[in-house]
């Protein structure tokens, strides 16, 4: 779009909106934000100067990926961590992690993005939390590759302070002293950290587990985040391990030990919530925290399945994340929201769970979990992000109903996709980028880091 131009997407073959406000004629996109809703057979009542005729497509708002490993993509599929859980699966990851450099970062960064872009997503959250020597700027990597591409990203200043040595799961070489992570958390919050509506690059404060910080971090993280107003995230109640982890170091289950650190608040939210108590829910759901469902990554390291309709009856926001790259293996928003469907309909059946209540979780639930009332809806004043998808493939030929048929029949790539009354993808391609040049750059670091620990 031009700047200051005003688009018609007209005539939508399908468009996932409010059902009381009839958008059947398409949207009217002007200064990055959604400025009119056309009823079915209506013109606009605004002037406007160009017109996208979307009658193949299907129009979703953007969807929102809430919890993310970019750098995993390197890894993806590597032999020595198949078929393993949580805990062996990090320990045999750990050692090749360990050896990540600033170039592979902002290839797998790039990748990650690109894919998540293709498949509808306009808002990545991304939790790093890998500092080893030589990637004291990570975070400075992951921001620059998301300016270059123009997508939304909330990104998380990981940590981990408790190494092998004083009884946790990480190597010693990724562990950082309380001084290095809190200054450099402050650094990024000051730096990169934009508020308000329509803000595309924020940060958030994420120590990265119970098994691999302490408690000091995660107590002077809250206090920072606060001090900042800026969100907190952490992976917590993944798996039984963990829990169990959780009892035998500090003698409490998981939202116990998020309390005493001053974490059970409206600014968290949570990667997994699997393991969690009826009484757990319900304090989750006072205090308003959110939790991202990953299916995907679940399932594959057979964690357990969240509770998604238990929380959100306590009222704890529930979004949908692809997790890490090397337990997915993809960084695919339109299939997570398929998965999440099915695996939601195993626990609480076929007639409980419908496509609507996957759409919610990707798109309104991801935004209240990221604690933005500007994007994951269709609706007037919104900020202009949405994603459109064609039915013209062979796996949707006899389809009926277009919003169901995206996810029963597997949509897996978007056509166009709009961030900020841009197009960010065109005709199923991101401009600006070579596709097979990012894969070789991508596929050839891969192979580096693994040969890297080989010596």
Not at 213 to 219: D, N
Not at 300 to 306: C, P, T, V
């Amino acid at each position: 779009m031009i700047k200051n131009s005003s688009l018609w997407i007209k005539n939508p073959l399908a468009i996932l909106s409010n059902p009381k406000e009839d958008a059947r004629g398409g949207i009217v996109v002007s200064g990055g934000k959604i400025t009119e809703l056309v009823a079915v057979g209506a013109l606009p009542s605004q002037p406007y100067d160009q017109i996208y005729d979307a009658s193949r497509h299907v129009i979703l708002p953007g969807l929102i990926n809430t919890h993310h490993h970019f750098y995993q993509t390197l890894t993806r599929a590597y032999p020595d961590a198949l078929n393993k859980e949580l805990f062996p699966w990090l320990k045999t990851l750990y050692p090749l992690w360990a050896g990540l450099e600033p170039e592979m970062l902002a290839s797998a960064s790039r990748l990650a993005l690109t894919e998540l872009m293709l498949s509808g997503c306009t808002l990545a959250a991304d939790h790093h939390y890998l500092f080893p020597e030589g990637m004291e700027n990570a975070i400075d990597v992951q921001v620059a590759e998301a300016e270059k591409l123009g997508i939304r990203a909330m990104l998380t200043r990981g940590s981990m302070s408790l190494g092998e040595k004083d009884g946790g799961l990480p190597p010693q070489t990724t562990v950082q002293s309380e001084e290095q992570i809190l200054s450099d958390s402050e650094r990024l919050i000051q730096r990169y950290h934009q508020r308000g509506e329509g803000a595309m690059t924020q940060i958030a404060l994420a120590p990265c587990s119970p098994f691999s910080v302490t408690p000091e971090i995660m107590q002077a993280s809250a206090l920072l985040a606060e001090g900042h107003d800026v969100r907190l995230h952490t992976h917590l109640a993944e798996t039984i391990d963990e829990e169990t982890f959780c009892l035998q170091r500090f003698g409490m289950r998981t939202v116990d030990y998020l309390e005493s650190v001053g974490w059970l608040s409206s600014r968290t939210w949570l990667a997994h919530g699997i393991h969690f108590d009826d009484e757990e829910i319900r304090r989750l759901g006072h205090a308003g925290v959110g939790v991202c469902h990953c299916p995907t990554s679940n399932m594959m390291l057979a964690s357990g399945i969240a509770r998604t309709k238990e929380l959100e009856a306590a009222g704890v926001a529930v979004g949908l994340g692809v997790d890490g790259s090397a337990s997915n293996d993809g960084s695919n928003m339109i299939q997570e929201v398929r998965q999440a469907l099915y695996l939601q309909r195993l626990r609480y059946g076929s007639s409980a769970v419908t496509h609507f209540d996957a759409y919610r979780w990707a798109t309104q639930g991801s935004a209240a979990v990221l604690g933005r009332s500007d994007v994951g809806e269709i609706a007037l004043g919104k900020q202009a992000d949405v994603a459109m998808f064609t039915l013209d493939e062979l796996r949707f030929s006899g389809s009926h109903d277009p919003l169901a048929a995206l996810l029963l029949c597997g949509a897996d790539r978007a056509d166009r996709v709009m961030i900020a009354g841009r197009w960010t993808v065109e005709d199923g391609e991101v401009p600006g980028v070579d596709r097979h040049a990012l894969i070789a750059e991508h596929s050839a670091l891969a192979n580096k880091l693994a040969v890297k620990l080989q010596h």
